[in-house]
T-cell receptor
Framework: AQKITQTQPGMFVQEKEAVTLDCTYD???????LFWYKQPSSGEMIFLIY??????QNATEGRYSLNFQKARKSANLVISASQLGDSAMYFC???????????????FGKGITLSVRP | GAVVSQHPSWVICKSGTSVKIECRSL??????MFWYRQFPKQSLMLMAT?????????EQGVEKDKFLINHASLTLSTLTVTSAHPEDSSFYIC??????????????FGPGTRLTVL
């Protein structure tokens, strides 16, 4: 089974509106971390936000917030007040504690393309 | 956030030649660095994990003799694509973690290197 699932093929949002990018995950580890990255056309992976499995509150970073629903194993990214510069590909990723040590690695979803319309 | 640099940002080479890509952590020491490969509109595929002073751990299906990885210091890892062929053309991205062993470590990415083999 896929560990990270991002099924939305592409999303469009009007500038200044909010948008939610979906991410579901699959793990049997009780301790894990969830990450969201943005990749604009330049190719650089930009870290946006992190959510730990034991965190009681949803993570927020500026216009980004993570809607973490542990029981449903979902970690959706919410971008408020979309800007034209938000147009990019967005990746959800997970690191499981079962891969502890220096070699623990991120597992990425397939990504979602977001286009912000003026 | 932490900065990871990659050099060169793009390279064009002839088939049969070798190409070296450098990855540096600029403001932190990276005990672990990761090398990814990405095809257009697709997710990141982990190629190998390198630890400073030891041999890299390659993912299944990645040719060790084809993609040589050296992590000689806490701030530098190199990927050498040996005897490159057109099918090796891709976007290569390195990543580094500044603290080893915890699930919460943020992983920072370099800007990527676009390799084109003629």
């Amino acid at each position: 089974a896929q560990k990270i699932t991002q099924t939305q093929p592409g999303m469009f949002v009007q500038e200044k509106e909010a948008v939610t990018l979906d991410c579901t995950y699959d793990t049997s580890d009780p301790s894990y971390g969830l990450f969201w990255y943005k990749q604009p056309s330049s190719g650089e992976m930009i870290f946006l936000i992190y959510q730990g499995s034991y965190d009681q509150q949803n993570a927020t970073e500026g216009r980004y917030s993570l809607n973490f629903q542990k029981a449903r194993k979902s970690a959706n990214l919410v971008i408020s007040a979309s800007q034209l510069g938000d147009s990019a590909m967005y990746f959800c990723a997970m690191r499981e504690v079962g891969y502890t040590g220096a070699n623990s690695k991120l597992t990425f979803g397939k990504g979602i393309t977001l286009s912000v319309r003026p | 956030g932490a900065v990871v640099s990659q050099h060169p940002s793009w390279v064009i080479c002839k088939s049969g030649t070798s190409v070296k890509i450098e990855c540096r952590s600029l403001d932190f020491q990276a005990t672990t660095m990761f090398w990814y490969r990405q095809f257009p509109k697709q997710s990141l595929m982990l190629m190998a994990t390198s630890n400073e002073g030891s041999k890299a751990t390659y993912e299944q299906g990645v040719e060790k003799d084809k993609f040589l990885i050296n992590h000689a210091s806490l701030t530098l890892s190199t990927l050498t694509v040996t005897s490159a062929h057109p099918e090796d053309s891709s976007f290569y991205i390195c990543s580094a973690r500044d603290i080893a062993g915890t699930v919460t470590d943020t992983q920072y990415f370099g800007p990527g290197t676009r390799l084109t083999v003629l």
